[in-house]
């Protein structure tokens, strides 16, 4: 099993909907859970970090980690064509301390 | 701000040449990084510096060399290029490690082995 699990897409939504995106961990020392945003030709630029369990809220995107079943995700309200990008969850925990990318799912929002 | 700096953006090597893909940052940071991001994956660290004259080894190495001189640059240096080291390659920078520090990432740059 991959440490980190992502379903890579690509996902197309209408805008004004909600865009739910989730990524599965085998890495039970993960404590640190990241979204990053990728646009076409950028690097990827941090978007939301949650530690432990919980939700966090900031603004139209909401990041939820529920470590007892290795399961995070993100959400996405009142999506925007501008939204249209790549999002990667990473994670971070354990004796390694280092970053553990998932391969990224393309979204779209048509207008 | 300049943030994170990456050249050259594009570039084709044929097999056995190499090249150094420079990267500078001005935010002070003490943690550089390099990635690289094959389609479809994710990204995977290559190698690492906590501080200029320490570097380290991430998951993937092999056929890479970095050095760090001073706190602004890291260069990565590809020796013997493989066509497996087609790939988009991200320079990065923190302030620290701490999980709550955001790695600010380059705009990348493209490399194609032919």
Known sequence: ???????????????????????TYSNSA????????QYS???????????SSGNKEDGRFT????KSSKYISLFIRDSQ?????TYLCAMKGGENNRLAFGKGNQVVVIP | NAGVTQTPKF??????????LQCTQDMN???????????????????????AGITDKGEVPNGYNVSRSTTEDFPLRLE??????????????????????TIYFGEGSWLTVV
């Not at chain 1, 064509?81 to 990008?85: G, I, Q, Y």
């Not at chain 2, 066509?83 to 302030?95: H, I, L, R």
């Open chain 1, 1 to 23: 099993q991959k440490e980190v699990e992502q379903d890579p897409g690509p996902l197309s939504v209408p805008e004004g909907a909600i865009v739910s995106l989730n990524c």
């Open chain 1, 30 to 37: 993960f404590q640190y859970f990241m979204w990053y945003r």
């Open chain 1, 41 to 51: 030709r950028k690097g990827p630029e941090l978007l939301m970090y949650t530690y």
């Open chain 1, 63 to 66: 990041a939820q980690v529920d």
């Open chain 1, 81 to 85: 064509p501008s939204d249209s990008a």
């Open chain 2, 11 to 20: 570039r084709i090597l044929k097999i056995g040449q190499s090249m150094t």
């Open chain 2, 29 to 51: 940071h003490n943690y550089m990084y390099w990635y690289r991001q094959d389609p479809g994956m994710g990204l995977k660290l290559i190698y690492y510096s906590v501080g």
């Open chain 2, 80 to 101: 013997l290029a493989a066509p497996s080291q087609t790939s988009v390659y991200f320079c990065a920078s923190s302030y620290s490690s701490s999980p709550g520090n």
